[in-house]
């Protein structure tokens, strides 16, 4: 049986899931598709690019719920979502 949590929370035209497991977590940015995980390689990175899931960068943050906090106040206080801005946080 798999267990997992997932959290959605809407903020303005943006949808953010987050969802844990036991064998990590992922963060996800609707529409656009941006992915934050820490499956497959254990450590938390990011797919800023939905057409080319293989390309990821890694992050030294590496904590889901302050990850998660910090996107969602970044998409509260943004009027324009800039994914070269977010990674720019995270890194």
């Known amino acids: 049986m798999i267990r997992k949590k997932q959290n959605k929370a809407s903020i303005g035209d943006k949808i953010l899931y987050k969802v844990k497991t036991p064998k990590g977590w ?3 940015i609707m529409p656009d598709n941006i992915l934050i995980d ?3 390689v254990g450590r938390a990175h990011i797919h800023p690019d939905p057409q080319n899931h293989a ?9 889901c719920e302050k990850i ?6 970044y998409l ?12 720019g946080m995270l890194k």
Do not use: R
């Not at 998660?68 to 106040?73: M, Q, S, T």
């Open 26 to 28: 992922s963060i996800i």
């Open 38 to 40: 820490n499956y497959h």
């Open 76 to 87: 509260n206080v943004s009027k324009n979502f800039d994914i070269e801005e977010l990674m």
């Open 55 to 63: 390309y990821s960068v890694e992050l030294s943050m590496q904590d």
């Open 68 to 73: 998660y906090e910090l996107i969602k106040d």
